[in-house]
């Protein structure tokens, strides 16, 4: 007898073993998909916020004309980076790439000094940039404004497209993730069937017999995530290693909701799942056992 117990408590001890294995396996997955679709929020301001947009400054612009503009354009909301080329710096870096010194020929620097800025990544679009051009056309210094309109409406339709797959693939694996949560847990429920049904012959209430399936269920929920967490983590450090500037689009607060949103998924869906199970279990009468 003593043989048995032994035997029926190690199937149980292994029986919760592999529930937490594959528990946290199901929540390794729901978390990629979190941190991708953060990452991909995170990516696309980037992205958006590299895009630059250069002013022309008419020919008879000074130097302290210049820096004023400056002051003016730090000013403007949708500016997040700034950047002045005067003529003569313009001229050295195209005779750089030209190989030749242009006003040798000319007689004269051709070139006029610009301004090169970054927008904030909600700016960082075809309709804002267009009444943005438009008011600082209005100002007699700025002479042109030029930016790469073909390029910000694939960047901006490419970003939406793959945000709203992501979406989806969350939701759908958040299905999913349930779906195989939900049958593991109820085999290891099902394994305990007897125990709920003699406990009910003996007058317990429902509320006594799901309660410690329920604590059992929050601490695997738990333990799961906080299992599903040092995988995700070791991986984000496996990737930083190999490439130390994916920390500029991979932040803090991406890793913190991503473990977050890993910890309560396990305790919610497990307990849910628990839940579940116990009460389908409850319903049966004792001939139903026998045939699940």
Known sequence: MGKKKKKNRGRSKLQLVTLCISTSLVLILLGMVVFTVFTAK???SYVKEN???TMALAEDTTEPEA????EQLRARPYISNLEYINKDS???EQTVEMG???SEFAGYNPFFAMVE????AEYANSDSLRWISQELKRNAKIDEVTYPQDLIDSVNNFLTK?????LILAALLLFVSFSLINNTVRLGIYARRFSIHTMKLVGASWGFIRAPFIRQAVVLGLVAGILACVVLGIGVYVLFTYEPDVMKVITWRVLFITGCAVLVCGVIITTFCSWLSVNRFLRMK???LYKH
């Open 42 to 44: 995170d990516l696309s």
């Open 51 to 53: 895009l630059t947009v």
């Open 67 to 70: 820096q004023q503009l400056m």
């Open 90 to 92: 313009m001229l050295a």
């Open 100 to 102: 030749i010194d242009p």
């Open 117 to 120: 800025f970054q927008l904030k």
């Open 162 to 166: 793959v945000g709203i797959v992501l």
């Open 286 to 288: 004792a001939g139903e």
